[in-house]
């Protein structure tokens, strides 16, 4: 298979976990016969650096052009001080609005070495494997006006959603629901938002579309409580753009670390994007230490999701997996024993493993 992939490494830790990703990628292409040509943008900081904006043109277009993208992550302090429209932060919601990519699958699944690396007790995260499905390209992060007021005392961000906008990612919601076990939690503030009531209201009205799906709604404080203390109530959960981004940060804490957690952003059809769920980690960047996992597992989702490679995406995971087991883990990961290691080490420990696996042990799909 011959397919052209853009990387959007960006700031600190970005960089370092993308020629993780690219290590593994090269392996599978080598392994199973397949063709991938990268292409490298800019984007974020490193873009404003070198062209003054956080989404060049170029980039956009060869994003347009591509079989998939996959994106390290961007900011850092050294952009902290720019207007809002400049920073970092605007090239990844610029690229995901640009490219119309709505739905954001967070899978969180643990991996079972990791049991004893989360503060979480082993009996409530064990067997974790929740889907988080996040709207991705509106609400409070693209309402029009956001801004600071003339005088500097008053500031306004705006929520804003049409129902075709929600429609589409509930829809998403429950479909990936029946591909997993018709379950899906609806995530909302209906209480106080009239958004969230318009939400709620649509989520009972597509009910009727699946009935095989059985459907909780739960209030985003409770829910934020319900995730690190239930976990095995939830299997799909869907929300909006900001309680998603929060609620999936958090629930990282039950795979052990926030390195771990691969996501994919994507449309109904076209070009998907793929990224860790984490930032640029400033505190970590240079030293060599960045849990590349997360961005390892995004290349996997990668496969399986654009390019249908069930079998390589899976081996990607069965190759991470095992190195957990292996006991080798970076320092985020506060395993008892094994052996901590840096960045690379463990992406060679990755490849060592795949090109190792003689068979690929099904060990379940990441998302549906
Ligand atoms: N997708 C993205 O590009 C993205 C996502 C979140 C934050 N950010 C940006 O990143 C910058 C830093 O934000 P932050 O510090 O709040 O969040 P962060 O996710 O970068 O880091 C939070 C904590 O998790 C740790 N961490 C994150 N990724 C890790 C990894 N791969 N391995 C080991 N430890 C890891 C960090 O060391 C830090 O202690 C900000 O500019 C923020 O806007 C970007
Ligand atoms: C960097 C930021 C704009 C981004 C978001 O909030 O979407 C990040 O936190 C994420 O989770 O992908
Ligand atoms: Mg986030």
């Given at each position: 298979m011959d397919k052209q992939i853009i990387l959007l490494p960006g700031d600190g830790v970005g960089k370092e976990i993308m020629e993780s990703a690219k290590r593994v990628l090269n392996t599978i292409s080598s392994e199973f016969g397949h063709s991938f040509t990268f292409h490298q943008h800019e984007i974020g900081g490193d873009a404003i650096d070198q062209s003054g904006t956080p989404l060049p043109e170029d980039t956009i277009k060869a994003c347009q052009h591509a079989d998939a993208i996959l994106l390290g992550a961007v900011g850092g302090e050294k952009w902290d001080s720019l207007p809002a429209y400049l920073r970092p932060e605007k090239g990844l919601l610029g690229i995901r609005k640009t490219l119309g990519l709505f739905a954001n699958l967070r899978p969180v699944k643990g991996f079972s070495p990791l049991l004893d690396a989360s503060p979480l007790k082993e009996e409530v995260i064990k067997g974790?494997?929740?889907?988080?499905?996040?709207?991705?390209?509106?609400?409070?992060?693209?309402?029009?006006?956001s801004e600071r007021r003339e005088d500097g005392e008053v500031v306004v961000d705006t929520l804003y959603y049409q129902r075709n906008e929600m429609e589409r990612i509930i829809d998403k919601a429950f479909q990936s629901a029946q591909l997993r076990n018709n379950h899906l939690t609806s995530v909302d503030k209906a209480n106080v938002l009239e958004s969230s009531r318009m939400w709620r209201e649509i989520v009972d009205e597509k009910s009727k579309d699946y009935p095989d799906v059985t459907v909780e709604h739960l209030l985003v404080d409770a829910a934020a409580m319900k995730l690190i203390t239930q976990p095995d109530q939830f299997d799909v959960l869907v929300t909006e753009n900001l309680f998603g981004d929060i609620l999936s940060d958090e629930a990282s804490v039950l795979t052990g670390s926030l390195g771990m957690?691969?996501?994919?952003?994507?449309?109904?059809?076209?070009?998907?994007?793929?990224?860790?769920v984490h930032g640029s980690a400033?505190?970590?960047?240079?030293?060599?230490?960045?849990?590349?996992?997360?961005?390892?597992?995004s290349a996997a989702l990668m496969l399986r999701h654009s390019f249908g490679l069930e079998k390589e995406a899976l081996e990607i995971e069965e190759a991470v997996s095992q190195c957990l087991e292996q006991g080798y883990h970076t320092p985020d990961l506060h395993m008892k024993g094994g052996q901590e290691v840096g960045t690379k080490e463990m992406t060679?420990?990755?490849i060592d493993n795949l090109t190792t696996n003689s068979v690929c042990e099904q060990i379940g799909t990441m998302y549906a």
């Open positions: 974790s494997d929740i889907l988080i499905i996040r709207e991705l390209t509106g609400g409070l992060y693209f309402g029009k006006p957690l691969p996501s994919a952003s994507i449309r109904s059809d076209g070009v998907g994007l793929y990224e860790p400033p505190d970590i960047a240079g030293k060599g230490i960045a849990n590349p996992l997360g961005m390892i597992l060679e420990m990755v």
